[in-house]
């Protein structure tokens, strides 16, 4: 069975970290270019980052850059989002996404697979 299962959220101070994992079961993350996205409550769906198929290409929105690293671990066919310095406004459902186009794809239109999301909440 193909899957996306997204892990690794919960409830932070602000100025806190996670690390959110992005794992698949059936086929391997490596031939993909991976996207993470996040939606609020009330917002539309966000674009946070993308890792290239090779790893070479990565993207960050503005609000999370050099907040947040994302990366590959090929032997465990995960995609990886650490967030450092959390703000409230980084609360959403976290979603990871597959993507078979080269490069890092900026729409949700060009993902095709997608996780179910995990919770981040940034909170005192």
């Known amino acids: 069975q193909v899957m996306l299962v997204e892990s690794g959220g919960g409830l932070v101070q602000p100025g806190g970290s996670l690390r959110l994992s992005c794992a698949a079961s059936g086929f391997t993350l490596g031939y993909y270019a991976i996207g993470w996205f996040r939606q609020a409550p009330g917002k539309e769906r966000e674009g946070v980052s993308c890792?290239?198929?090779?790893?070479?290409?990565?993207y960050y929105t503005d609000s999370v850059k050099g907040r947040f690293t994302i990366s590959r671990d090929n032997a465990k066919n995960t995609v990886n989002l650490q967030m450092n310095s959390l703000k409230p406004e980084d609360t959403a459902v976290y979603y990871c996404a597959t993507s078979g186009v080269l490069g890092c794809p900026p729409r949700g239109s060009e993902y095709d697979q997608w996780g179910q999301g995990t919770q981040v909440t940034v909170s005192s």
């Open positions: 890792i290239s198929s090779s790893g070479g290409t990565t």
